[in-house]
């Protein structure tokens, strides 16, 4: 199934990181993800032009957590996002068998589960898990999860 989700978005320096850290939490909270699995790592960092950026993380180890937060994801899809992520599934599960998402950080930050293209978004790196490893049922595994 998944081995583990990294989630991760950068909080860029005009922006209050206090609103970061809710988009994010929005995930985790709704995912029903307990506190002791909630470290997220802030890392300070410069963007592309010199700016300061905070870079918040964290990674889903557990099962339970990951289950819940591909549950969640795929509960509060638009059916608009449904039929997009299904077309674009092939493209989004890469040869090492991660599975890439792209979350608004606005509308996470107003309680909603949306699709972008944004560079200024939450990722989800999603990592399928199967042996041996297959792309064709890492595939229909992601389908099942959020299809």
Known sequence: MI??????????ATEDISRVHTALDFFLSGAGI???SKL???IQAEG??????????VQLKKKADCLGFAHF??????????????EEMPE?????????????KQAAYLQQVKL??????????VKIE????NREKAGAIVEELFG
């Open 116 to 125: 972008t293209n944004s560079s200024d978004a939450i990722t989800a790196k």
């Open 92 to 104: 989004r599960l890469d040869d090492n068998q991660v599975f890439h998402l792209r979350f608004d």
């Open 48 to 57: 592309h032009h010199g700016n300061p950026i905070t870079i918040l993380s």
């Open 3 to 12: 081995h583990h989700i990294i989630l991760r978005v950068i909080a860029h």
């Open 34 to 36: 307990r506190e002791e």
């Open 73 to 86: 994801v795929r509960e509060k899809f638009s059916d608009e996002d449904v039929a997009r992520l299904r």
């Open 40 to 42: 997220v790592e802030e």
């Open 130 to 133: 199967t042996y041996p490893k």
